[in-house]
């Protein structure tokens, strides 16, 4: 009996078929991004896919301490208060790698919508290609959020904004 059990199984496992997936990017005229695992039509390019390295990145921000629930008010003074500069706003399309399922994901992507962030979702269960890219970038959970030349992976709006305010 465990010898017919053992054909079974190995019957069963020959039977399928694993098969590779090459996905293609290229914008369409009117400006669409496209994304299919067939070539795109003759009359369009296809663009590269640029492959991250850690090293790419900058490291995460510091930990902020949590706040106090009660604030001492500070006298205003412009010349106790050191003068930053001002850096502009990252204005490029965020990456952003997500599973169905992932509820941090879907906090990632209602906050990034209603407060206008332009953004590109990659599903690296739907997109093989994507779950490459996703691990190719050190991605070991989701989401994994790509600002410009920073990676951040899990979602906090404070971390993201700062990035946003912060990105190279």
């Known amino acids: 009996m465990p010898i017919k059990s053992l054909l079974t199984i190995i019957l069963l496992l020959l039977s399928f078929s694993f098969a590779g997936a090459e996905m293609y990017q290229w914008i369409a005229d009117d400006g669409s991004i496209t994304f299919k695992d067939t070539p795109p039509p003759s009359t369009q390019k296809r663009k590269k896919v640029k492959v991250y390295s850690d090293s790419d990145f900058a490291a995460a921000p510091p930990v902020q301490p949590e706040t106090a ?14 003068a930053t500069p001002k850096r502009e706003r990252f204005n490029g399309t965020v990456d952003i790698y997500v599973t169905e399922w992932c509820g941090y994901c879907k906090q990632a992507l209602s906050y990034m919508k209603s407060k206008g962030i332009p953004f590109t979702t990659y599903d690296i269960e739907k997109d093989s290609a994507a779950k490459q890219r996703h691990k190719d970038l050190g991605g070991r959970g989701v989401p994994l959020i790509i600002i410009g030349s920073n ?16 990105s190279k």
Do not use: R, V, W
């Open 69 to 82: 629930t009660h604030k001492i008010k500070q006298p205003a003074s412009s010349a106790s208060q050191p």
């Open 151 to 166: 990676k951040m992976s899990g979602f906090s709006a404070d971390n993201l904004e700062y990035y946003l305010n912060n």
